[in-house]
């Protein structure tokens, strides 16, 4: 038996490249005669624009043009959002260039077209802009208050939707426990490290559009439609991208725009965004207010959910801003078995960034708010978090499992992974150390923080997905080229930012053709080559677009095998394919898949019928999501005199099913804990009463360094997924899902003894010295922001 | 318009620039040296750690002027003979880049960290690397791969 390549630690193709700086990030780009673009953004949250006037700007050193909103025609500017979820949504007019009214902090209102970056950025200063100012909506309980002042003529309220199984009513009727708490989740700012960057060029008829993006697929389907150029004259490219966590599946105003301007000038243009200018106009993530209540009988087993939540659409809907927070409609109820659930969920406009996918989109949150509620059962009850949880989980042997809100999970094994984490973490050891803090009153306290989480992966099966009314399908598309010498090249339509796609699809496909590694490469992210795909995110490139590479391997091998059958003169079933070859049963006779590789390229000698060539491709759509799932363990010290939070240790074990490469699956691990302790303890997008950003740099909002944060320790327990052959489930957003509440859980935990039920993230000192001095002053431990 | 000499990965360049263009420009839009990336506008992110005479700077926080007669080693520059510095391929080897925006950065800060301790403890690495943001690996991996790097260019010292 050959060793497979699927299931080693492979080190990447990707690295060598990117570590002597041989890169090709989008601002690296250049085209001969390239003009720079800048825009003018708005000082005020909500303001009338009553002129803009850009005359002197045109007129200085460089400047080859300026416009204001006014100057673009309306239909050719309106950003699209694909995710109208509920019947009677209002989709208010979003222009990609603010023509009477801005909304937040950043909007554009004009732009300058320069020779050179630090000209235009010149000639900004030289447009005038007037604004009489309107009042700012930056809270969504007042905005959704009767007299509030609105943010479009049609009302603050976007949507409301509601669902509900089984009866919610005889659930919590006489239960005998009932837990309400409301969570808060702060506004995120993803912080790929590539700012955003923009190249256009066009040949006079057809356009070229290099971006910092994570789906050139649907961003040239979505350019088309909304600027009006054919999709056949568009070309999209997505050369290296520095990282993207949802924030770069976007269709933004920056692209309509620099695209509108090649047209227009005929030129190519280059725009380059700032940090701060970024953490303005890149879309948040999270922001919501989760009302939460729970139901449970005496020994902690779970009666029914009810979640009301309200999320901050930001001032406009962008491409699936409505359909996040809804995301967690499926998977509050999590891995809990429960006699009901009911999610409602409205949208509310404010004047700030838009929201939309943040790593994890809507599933952080769903988790945040069950593995919050379930630790405080769990304290209410006396029991420790794990064995309420223990109570309440869907059992190993109960799979496949069809949950209360519907979903059927096709596999998993809770307790084997709960048993690992709490043996690598010593949890028994931990509990007895914060006991005796606690017994000593050491102004030290321990916490510990339990997070036993799943997710939906694998977005999406494209029947469900139009059942959510979602504006398009989930399938991925992958192809499979076997060129004359037996080399590989593979075109996958999931499109990488980091997540190391080279390396893994080549060992999907050195096993399933008997090619060597080395043999493949990997082609993606330009829409000339890999002509069809839809993108990467929502943990779905292993899950579906590895798979749709697999099965174009498996076409492979069946033309390889009639080829092969033809040449060895015998039946395609007396074949037995391995190592890369066919072999007649019984004999030394064989053809290398190099050699039939040759053999269709000469084509001197193929069976009637047969085309010279063994390239194939394949589409594959899955018919249910995936479901990792894990148990995360943080212990953290809780200084209760300074409020300073430390985590001493974490353990991470994650069941992502089967595992092409260990190493990246475990890089994605320790990037998304990193990601999700950051919400617990770091990051809040922070506004003011007048909607300015006051973490508009990143000075000001706190992305952890090396030296905020520990070692993670992570290991697997592996559950296959049923749903693809790959048995894999996807591991992009486990960490972040999971970590958020292992954190808080970890830093209440510590805080219990002394009243504290609850501390608002991120958990600053600041935050937990006032939860602290609050529960001690009698109140109810929940601090106002 | 002022007239700069500098030297960036061995070859010396005699430029006319504006005084307040910045280093990174100078590097990436005018002598072509696009390894070494931009991240943000406030010197937080270290995603443009250059050696300016031996040690780090962040070039975006550095005018063009002020490399006047430096010798500048870029991300570029880092090999000898076409093979990797033993930091990118200890970087490499423990997978200590994803994305690898912040790599060229990273390992120009992890070389100069070893500069003042050539043993360093992970506190001290961490410590050490604060200047410098990673989105993508949350930096057990970069511990991991400044340590083995440390090991190596020790190695490298002892074994000439």
């Not at chain 1, 090396?706 to 559950?719: G, I, K, Q, W």
Request: aromatic share 6%.
């Amino acid at each position: 038996m050959t060793e497979t390549e699927v299931g080693k630690a492979r080190k990447r193709k990707e690295d060598a490249r990117l570590l002597t700086g041989r890169t090709q990030w989008t601002d690296n780009l250049s085209r001969p005669g390239v003009l720079h673009v800048m825009f003018k953004r708005s000082p005020m949250a909500h303001a009338r624009i009553t002129r803009v006037d850009v005359s002197a700007a045109r007129g200085l050193p460089g400047v080859v043009a300026a416009f204001s909103g006014h100057d673009f025609e309306a239909a050719e500017t309106t950003l699209p959002c694909a995710w109208p979820v509920v019947e009677d949504i209002v989709i208010p007019d979003h222009p990609a260039m603010a023509k009477d009214e801005v909304r937040y902090v950043g909007e554009a209102v004009a732009c300058v077209v320069a020779t050179d970056r630090y000209l235009a950025a010149d000639a900004l200063d030289a447009i005038d802009v007037d604004y009489e100012p309107l009042p700012a909506v930056m809270d969504m309980n007042e905005a959704l208050t009767p007299g509030s002042p609105k943010v479009h003529e049609s009302g603050n309220q976007a949507y409301t939707m509601k669902n509900a199984f089984g009866d919610i009513e005889a659930a919590f009727r006489d239960a005998p426990v009932v837990i309400d708490r409301t969570f808060i989740q702060q506004r995120l700012i993803p912080s790929a490290m590539e700012p955003r960057a923009i190249l256009c060029d066009t040949d006079g008829d057809a356009f070229t559009l290099w971006s910092s993006t994570q789906i050139p697929h649907v961003l040239r389907v979505m350019l088309a439609v909304t600027t009006g150029i054919p999709e056949h004259k568009l070309r999209v490219v997505a050369p290296d991208v520095g990282g993207g966590f949802g924030s770069k599946l976007q269709v933004t105003a920056e692209e309509v725009l620099c695209l509108l301007l090649t047209r227009r000038l005929g030129r190519p243009v280059k725009w380059t965004e700032s940090r701060s200018e970024g953490n303005h106009t890149v879309h948040h993530g999270r922001d919501q207010i989760q009302h939460v209540r729970i139901a449970a009988n005496a020994d902690g087993r779970l009666r029914g959910l009810q979640v009301e939540l309200l999320a901050d659409m930001g001032a406009y809907f962008l491409l699936l801003t409505p359909g996040i927070p809804l995301l967690a409609g499926s998977m509050c109820n999590a891995i809990y078995k429960m006699d009901a659930y009911e999610f409602a969920c409205t949208g509310v406009f404010t004047t700030k960034m838009p929201t939309d996918a943040y790593r994890g989109a809507g599933r952080p949150e769903a988790t945040y708010l069950i593995e919050r509620i379930m630790d405080e059962l769990a304290a209410e009850l006396r029991l420790d978090p794990l064995e309420v949880r223990r109570r309440n989980w869907i059992k190993h042997e109960e799979f496949p499992f069809t949950t209360i809100s519907g979903l059927t999970y096709d596999s998993g094994n809770y307790e084997a992974a709960t048993d690992r984490a709490m043996a690598l973490f010593g949890y028994d050891k931990l509990r007895a150390e914060q006991a005796d803090r606690r017994d000593r009153g050491d102004p030290v306290q321990l916490g510990i923080g339990v997070s036993t989480y799943t997710e939906m992966c694998g977005l999406a099966p494209s029947r469900l997905l139009g059942g959510a009314r979602f504006g398009a399908g989930g399938w991925e598309h992958g192809s499979v080229r076997v060129l004359p010498t037996g080399k590989i090249e593979v075109i996958t339509g999931s499109t990488p930012h980091g997540q190391g796609h080279v390396t893994a699809w080549s060992q999907i496909v050195a096993d399933a053709l008997g090619v060597p590694f080395e043999d493949i490469t990997v082609l993606y992210g330009d829409t000339a080559i890999s002509y069809k795909g839809m993108d990467t995110y929502g943990s779905r490139s292993l899950v579906i677009g590895g798979v749709a590479v697999l099965k174009a391997c498996e076409k492979v091998r069946e033309k390889a095998r009639k080829l092969a059958a033809h040449l060895l003169e015998c039946s395609p079933d007396d074949l037995e394919f391995a190592g890369g070859a066919f072999k007649v049963r019984g004999t030394d006779s064989q053809k290398t898949i190099q050699e039939l590789a040759f053999a269709a390229f000469t084509a001197h000698d193929l069976p009637d019928g047969v085309e010279p060539r063994l390239d194939s491709e394949a589409t594959f759509d899955p018919e249910n999501y995936s479901f990792p799932h894990g148990t995360h363990l943080c212990a953290v010290e809780v200084d209760t005199e300074t409020g300073q939070v430390k985590i001493r240790s974490y353990v991470a074990v994650d069941d992502i099913g089967k595992v092409v490469n260990p190493l990246i699956a475990e890089g994605q691990v320790h990037g998304g804990i990193a990601q999700g302790v950051a919400q617990a303890l770091f990051e809040e997008a922070v506004y003011d009463a007048e909607g300015n950003l006051l973490t508009s740099t990143m000075a000001d909002y706190l992305l952890p360094s090396a030296a905020d944060l520990p070692t993670f320790v992570t290991d697997r327990t592996e559950t296959p997924a049923t749903g693809n052959p790959l048995g894999a489930k996807g591991v992009g957003e486990a960490g972040t899902i999971a970590s958020t509440p292992a954190v808080v859980n970890a830093v209440v935990d510590a805080l219990r003894p002394h009243g504290v039920h609850d501390v608002q993230m991120p958990c600053t000192p600041e935050r937990v010295w006032r939860a602290l001095a609050g529960a001690q002053a009698g109140a109810q431990g929940v601090m106002p922001r | 318009m002022p007239r700069i000499t500098v030297t960036v990965d061995g070859v010396k360049y005699e430029e006319d620039v504006e005084p307040r263009l910045l280093l990174v420009h100078l590097l990436r839009e005018r002598l072509g040296k696009t390894g070494t990336p931009v991240g943000c506008d406030t010197s937080n992110c270290g995603a443009c750690t250059i050696m300016m005479d031996g040690k780090s700077v962040k070039s975006c926080s550095v005018l063009a002027v002020q490399a006047d007669g430096c010798d500048v080693v870029t991300i570029e520059g880092l090999g000898v003979n076409g093979s990797m510095h033993p930091m990118q391929q200890a970087f490499h080897e423990e997978h200590a880049l994803q994305c690898g925006y912040c790599t060229p950065g990273m390992v120009m800060a992890a070389i100069d960290l070893l500069r003042d301790n050539p043993e360093p403890s992970e506190e001290a690495i961490r410590e050490g690397l604060e200047g410098n943001l990673c989105r993508c690996t949350g930096y057990c991996n970069i511990v991991r791969a400044v340590r083995r790097g440390a090991q190596e260019m020790g190695q490298a010292v002892k074994t000439p």
